[in-house]
T-cell receptor
């Protein structure tokens, strides 16, 4: 069974640009969560989607947005990038009935110059 | 709001030493609790989980954790660490039936051979 796939793995952008990250969940998983990981801050929750609906959102500015498609694949977008957006962005998928256990991808490492 | 606090950000141990990593959470309702581990260069993976029942749960690689409801704690333990346990460990909590998993800031463990 293929794991969670995130693309791209690495990217470099400059301030003011926008970026779109993609996540393909494990087959059959309909919930996708996104996290921002930075040293010392742990994983900060961005949002969670299930069946194309955002069910929960973290405390991030409106520049951070996401969506989920009918095949459960998800994208997140960050507009008007700032230096502080440099981080590892993790996607995790989950399935109902497993009590919230998350299966993570390897992440997309974003560097903003 | 839910929160998770991990007491130690960095821990250095020698091989064969015992390990205990502290985790406390704040939430008034029923929760599911997790410990995830991130080995160098690898993606986050589940170490162990607690949903209900026996408050002492065992996970992979000899790890165990004890849920103490009165203390809102879920501490991770291992009697004898190995060099291969060098990794970052994250405690996480989700309210039962919820959609948002909250993570602690993580503890970096370095085991000296």
């Amino acid at each position: 069974k293929a794991g969670v796939t995130q693309t791209p793995r690495y990217l470099i952008k400059t301030r003011g640009q926008q970026v779109t990250l993609s996540c393909s969940p494990i087959s059959g998983h309909r919930s996708v969560s996104w996290y921002q990981q930075t040293p010392g801050q742990g994983l900060q929750f961005l949002f969670e989607y299930f069946s194309e609906t955002q069910r929960n959102k973290g405390n991030f500015p409106g520049r951070f947005s996401g969506r989920q498609f009918s095949n459960s694949r998800s994208e997140m977008n960050v507009s008007t990038l700032e230096l502080g957006d440099s981080a590892l962005y993790l996607c995790a998928s989950s399935s109902p009935g497993v009590g919230g256990e998350l299966f993570f991808g390897e992440g997309s490492r974003l560097t903003v110059l | 709001a839910q929160s998770v606090s991990q007491h130690n950000h960095h821990v250095i141990l020698s091989e064969a030493a015992s390990l205990e990593l502290g985790c406390n959470y704040s939430y008034g309702g029923t929760v599911n609790l997790f410990w995830y581990v991130q080995y160098p260069g690898q993606h986050l993976q589940l170490l162990l989980k607690y949903f209900s029942g026996d408050p002492l749960v065992k996970g992979i690689k000899g790890f165990e954790a004890e849920f103490i409801k009165s203390k809102f704690s879920f501490n991770l333990r291992k009697p004898s660490v190995q060099w291969s346990d060098t990794a970052e460990y994250f405690c996480a909590v989700i309210s039962t039936g919820g959609f948002k998993t909250i993570f602690g800031a993580g503890t970096r463990l370095f085991v000296k051979a």
